[in-house]
């Protein structure tokens, strides 16, 4: 029994990491008042470069970091069209998602039946021997040994360091900023980018330890799910993780379902994330005030210093 | 040095101007991109645009696929017009068309002239419906349109995966996951002999006219207008935000909905796991490219269209993958989207003050 618990909290941890990356990385975008909803196209082609590249070089990092160039340079595009160009993001955002599909697409058509060995797990001396807390905390993988660094280094950059009240002032009032003498558009630059890093990561999670498969538009959404926890979360980091390893969680509870001796067909189980995450955005937004107070006041918005 | 600054009004010429940019920019782009992976350029294009439509049957089968793209857009650009966004309509096209085409099974070999009109309604009335949620949802719960209607598209095809895997599944079809096929009275008719296209293409041309009279004859048209463009300007003036929401979402979804009824009474002619090759997302650049504008975007879906017939034979000329249709479809939003900036913006070339200012002195 216990062996079905810890392997059941083992996927849900599985399954919670992309979302944890990709979240973290919007959420820091987002608090610049920049709102990409790329994250689904960044996500993928981060997940197709990463295994493309640790396929044919026969190294997963150099497939980790691959994945975050890509993603990385998908933000960039986003970037050069909404901060420079001062498109309407919620267009740019739609384009990249739209234009990263079809990449990955044509990029992933030699790899699509490779077989990879995923990224280890890294089984910690002494630690990992202790029963329950052993195998959950102690012999994970090292990605995600790294979402639970990022999402300290996240919260403690927002919440604890002068940059970090700069990039959030900067998604309250970009205006006050401007005349403050910060330069808005160079900081909401950094904040797109690491976004589309963080969401190449979640892809490389991905690709690389999760399934470990290039499979044609394998995120499956996940992007736009984590878009949705970023609001869920009310932009907050700690609330990210909770939300990301509840939707680990529901992703999990659908291959578990059947085999309890429910007999429900498996393309109604896989409706499940979506239909939750419907809900959780219904239950959050409802209440108007908790969104007003929380969403940074210019996400969304166009801002160009001369206006 | 060049200066970007704001336009004191924006440039009418510029928005029309644009997404011709954006086209011959695209095309620059794919030329590049086949000398780059070693083809003749003049082999590609020639592949992409011209084999598709050398012929009747081509040109039909560009009204074919321009059809459901732009009864989609038509619809969705009502609701961006008023900054509704709708990014539902692959979900909406799939309700459509599990509704009507169920319509299509439940009559199965049922001779009647009411039985199509009905499957059209039945697509209507499945779009509309799968578009409600998120109506519903955003005007009971302030709950986020875009994130809504997008996880709803997932849910849908689930669905109808669901339909065709078990309940409908053809009895005589060895376990494949496909419906029976229509029978002929539930199919639409072919308007132009020899080629695939079919009366939906007729629907699409009504649904641009219907479109262009709403936006610009009626008055809820033009309120959603002022909504879009300045949205305290409507609340001072009184326009229902709610109602704007469900016109919006309604309209796309019945339009979208109709799209799904005739792919699947069309070109397809039973249910299928997947009734569509992303029409409900390329709809939405389609919108864009047309300026939100019945006009140019039938103009835009009869492009996009090309697009996605040149993705095919170029997958058959020249052994290219069918997803580089996708990479150009966004790339040709990039290029829209950074053209329209100079809408508002003009690049100013600033002389050199100093040099103004001693220039002005000698004289």
């Known amino acids: ?307 | 040095m060049i200066r970007i600054e704001p336009r004191p009004q924006p440039s009418r010429l510029m928005s029309y101007l644009s997404p011709l940019i954006a086209v011959a920019l695209t095309l620059v782009t794919g030329i590049i991109f086949s000398g780059l992976v070693g083809m003749n350029p003049l082999d590609a294009f020639h592949a992409f645009f011209i084999a598709p439509i050398d012929d009747l049957y081509g040109l039909g089968e560009l009204g074919v696929k321009a059809a459901p793209l732009m009864l989609i857009a038509v619809g969705l650009a009502i609701g961006f017009r008023s900054n509704v966004w709708n990014i539902g309509a692959e979900g909406q096209l799939t309700a459509g068309a599990i509704v009507g085409g169920g319509l299509a099974l439940l009559f199965y070999q049922v001779d009647g002239v009411w039985v199509l009109p009905l499957m059209v309604l039945g697509g209507a009335v499945g779009g509309m419906a799968w578009a409600s949620i998120p109506a519903l949802l955003k005007t009971r719960f302030n709950t986020n349109e875009i994130l809504v209607s997008l996880m709803l598209n997932y849910v849908a095809i689930f669905l109808l995966s669901y339909l065709v895997h078990d309940p409908w599944r053809d009895p005589d079809g060895f376990n494949f996951p496909e419906s029976r096929l229509f029978s002929d009275a539930a199919m639409l008719p072919v308007v132009l002999e020899d080629t695939r296209l079919h009366l939906g293409s007729v629907f699409a041309l009504i649904a641009v006219v219907l479109g262009w009279v709403f936006v610009r004859k009626s008055f809820v048209g033009f309120q959603m207008q002022v909504a879009g463009l300045a949205d305290s300007a409507a609340l001072y003036a009184g326009f229902r935000r709610r109602r704007m929401v469900w016109i919006g979402l309604l309209v796309g979804g019945a339009m979208a909905g109709i799209a799904g009824l005739c792919e699947v009474a069309g070109p397809i002619g039973q249910l299928l796991p997947s009734v569509s090759p992303g029409y409900g997302y390329a709809a939405i650049i389609v919108a864009f490219v047309g300026r939100l504008h019945p006009v140019g975007i039938l103009l835009a879906s009869l492009l996009m269209s090309l697009l996605y017939l040149g993705g095919e034979s170029a997958q058959m000329e020249l052994g290219l993958p069918s997803a580089i249709t996708g990479v150009f479809q966004g790339v040709l939003l990039f290029y829209l989207l950074a053209a329209d900036m100079f809408i508002n913006f003009r690049l100013h070339v600033v002389t050199p003050t100093v040099g103004a200012a001693s220039g002005k002195a000698a004289s």
């Open chain 1, 1 to 307: 029994m216990t062996e079905t618990v810890i392997g059941i909290l083992l996927a849900t941890l599985g399954a919670g990491t992309p979302l944890v990356f990709a979240a973290l990385g919007e959420l820091v975008t987002e608090k610049s008042g920049v709102l990409n909803l790329g994250v689904e196209g960044m996500m993928i082609v981060g997940a197709v470069c990463g295994f493309a590249v640790a396929a044919e070089s026969g190294n997963l990092w150099l497939g980790v970091m691959a994945s975050v160039l890509a993603g990385t340079g998908m933000a960039l595009v986003f970037g050069v069209l909404t901060l420079t160009f001062q498109s309407n993001q919620v267009a740019a955002g739609l384009a990249l998602t739209i234009f990263g599909i079809g990449l990955s697409a044509y990029i992933g058509l030699d790899y699509t039946s490779v077989a990879l060995t995923g990224i280890a797990n890294i089984h910690i001396p002494v630690l990992s021997d202790i029963p329950v807390a052993g195998p959950l905390l102690f012999s994970l993988d090292p990605l995600l040994y790294c979402s639970f660094l990022m999402f300290a280094a996240i919260a403690y950059f927002l919440y604890r360091t002068k940059a970090g009240l700069l990039l959030r002032a900067i998604g309250e009032s970009p205006e006050s900023a401007v005349s403050l003498g910060y330069p808005v558009i160079a900081i909401r630059y950094l904040a797109v980018l690491f976004g589309g890093a963080m969401a190449g990561l979640a892809g490389a999670y991905l690709a690389l330890v999760y399934t470990p498969l290039w499979v044609e538009a394998m995120t499956a959404g996940r992007g736009w799910i984590a878009l949705a926890l970023v609001v869920f979360a009310t932009w907050r980091p700690g609330r990210v993780m909770v939300g990301a390893y509840l939707f680990g969680g529901v992703t999990i509870i659908q291959f578990h379902v059947q085999g309890f001796g429910v007999d429900i067909p498996s393309q109604l189980l896989s409706m499940l994330p979506y239909l939750a995450t419907i809900v959780v955005l219904v239950l959050i937004s409802r209440d108007i005030n908790a969104i007003r107070l929380n969403a940074p006041a210019s996400l969304g918005k166009a801002y160009h210093p001369s206006v």
